[in-house]
């Protein structure tokens, strides 16, 4: 019969907290596999760890050790010293439909982590203690380098496409015309929506460098006779006119609540009584609780955004919405990094 004792629990208890505490060797594993070329090496199918490190310009011992270290998290299968994708990480490789693994291309917030104890005290961001600039000169940087502007795009799209797809399936579009992307980036969200409803047009709206790359995409996902990019700024608007549905993917949790008004009341502005508004975020319940993903994300927006921005809880995104002329009509629990409220302009 197996008991258990004081000194197995706590080596129970050291083998959890140490796989939390260096759980940033995994966040690097996977970033430097996606960067040097491993999931794309191994898409043609089963190989050696020599076969890869050439590939991927490796030392082959070291590379057989990160294999394993990928096997581990369900990366890479193993089978007698050969190595293939598994399903999860084929989506890292370039010929995946989406580059999801482009989600590990997260060094400003990696940098930022170190910093979270700061940001608890202060309830401020931490990208001058982490970086050594300020959030506005960060981006201003991003903007004006169009192949760094790009890499991020991929960032975005990666977070976004999949989130678009599970729109198009789980909201009903075919009573209306045009939808209405703000701040949506590259445009991945929205671009989905079009391609599975191909009845609606469609309006991306961004800063003009990142409108430059979402018409690229538009042109490269055939969709430039119903889609298209226009340029206007989130926060002193105002949005283009024309869409009867409104998203917002990933835009509220990043500001305070008096920001997110000023944004919910530009939605408003641009749509008719009666359009719709779809918020696209991990949305927690009534005690805050929630996956462990929206958590996560929650202390990223403190360490990245102005002070207040945050994962909010249901009751909490009701009273935004009802403040600005909105009446949420459906909250849908989604298996996915995000949940979608539908809300309507009163």
């Known amino acids: 019969m197996e008991t258990t004792t004081g000194t197995s629990r706590a080596a129970h208890a050291l083998n959890r907290l140490a796989g939390i505490a260096f759980g940033f060797v995994n966040s690097q594993a996977l970033l430097s596999a996606f960067e040097l070329g491993v999931f794309d090496a191994l898409a043609d199918g089963v190989t050696t760890a020599e076969e890869v490190a050439k590939r991927a310009g490796i030392h082959p011992v070291a590379c057989r050790r990160l294999l394993m270290a990928l096997a581990s998290l369900d990366l890479v299968a193993c089978d007698n010293g050969r190595f293939t994708n598994t399903e999860l990480g084929q989506f890292c490789s370039s010929r995946a439909e989406v580059e999801i693994g482009a989600v590990s291309k997260n060094a400003p917030f ?18 001058q203690q982490a970086l050594g600039v300020s959030a506005a000169d960060a981006f201003g940087a991003l903007y004006a380098d169009p192949g760094r502007l790009r890499d991020f795009a991929k960032l975005m799209n990666a977070m976004s496409v999949p989130q678009g797809q599970l729109i198009a399936e789980c909201f009903d579009f075919s009573a209306h015309s045009c939808v209405m992307d703000v701040a949506g980036g590259p445009g991945g969200q929205a671009i989905q929506i079009g391609l599975a409803h191909t009845h609606l047009r469609g309006i991306i709206t ?12 538009i042109e490269a996902n055939g969709l430039t006779s119903r889609f298209t990019a226009a340029a206007a700024d989130l926060i002193a608007g105002p949005y283009p006119s024309g869409a009867d549905v409104i998203v917002l993917g990933h835009i509220l949790h990043d500001w305070s609540d008096e920001t997110c008004r000023t944004i919910l009341r530009n939605c408003a502005a641009a749509l008719p009584a009666g359009g719709v508004l779809l918020v696209s975020e991990s949305v927690l319940r009534r005690d805050f609780s929630g996956p462990n993903l929206a958590h996560l994300k929650d202390l990223l927006m403190l360490l990245a955004n102005e002070p207040d921005a945050r994962e909010r809880s249901e009751d909490e995104y009701r009273s935004l919405l009802d403040a600005t002329g909105f009446d949420v009509v459906d909250v849908l629990r989604l298996d996915a990094p995000r949940d979608l409220m539908v809300a309507k302009k009163r």
């Open 206 to 217: 961004d800063l003009e460098p990142v409108c430059i790359v979402a018409r690229e995409q």
């Open 110 to 127: 990696y940098h930022m982590c170190e910093h979270l104890s700061d940001a608890l005290r202060s309830n401020s961001p931490q990208w």
